[in-house]
């Protein structure tokens, strides 16, 4: 699988807010504290990967919580992508949040964790699939119901392409790219954790009797 990622935190660049609603009513849905509010995903109903996806990276397995998704085909192959000898793309979009409110405003921790995941992933076995992880601002409500009061920090945004003579061999080849990032996710929330549990650690035993 191919593994990219960018950062792109600059004022041309977008940004995600979270909480988040929008005019049309569509809005953030908490999955981690309401895991059966995944039924009001309409990307998560409409593909089951991407409800699968939501499942896993919202669980206490997890150092992530998701924010906005969606997924659609595309005939649209770029320069870069003709590498692929591909016709269609089946494409995708996940936005993720660390849970652990420090980690979320670390543009460092951010780029460690992108560089990480990249890596991983490019051990993964070959197809026609590429992942590309990007680094952006986002601004964290201090308080939900408080639109106007904001605290900086950054996110990610994780794209996933699967690439085919068709639509279903496209869909085929990101439906087995985002199982391949999920368990990769997965890998690397466990290890966050455990760094997290010995650092709790280290601070109690080196508290004053």
Known sequence: MQADF???I???FPCLEFPWEDDGGARFYDLVAQPELLLYVEEANRHREI???LAALNSAHSAFQTVKC???RSTEITEEEEIFGAAEKFCSYVDLVFREAGA???LPGHEQFARTIVKLLQRAPEISAAAEFVVRRCYYRVDPRDAEEHGEGFSVTFYLFGYGEDEADARRRWMIGM???ENALLQLSAKLRGVKRAEERGAEEGEPA
Do not use: L
């Open 70 to 72: 969606d997924a659609w």
């Open 6 to 8: 960018t950062v792109e």
């Open 51 to 53: 409800g699968e996806f």
């Open 179 to 181: 199982k391949v990032v």
């Open 10 to 12: 600059g004022a041309e």
């Open 104 to 106: 979320r405003a670390s």
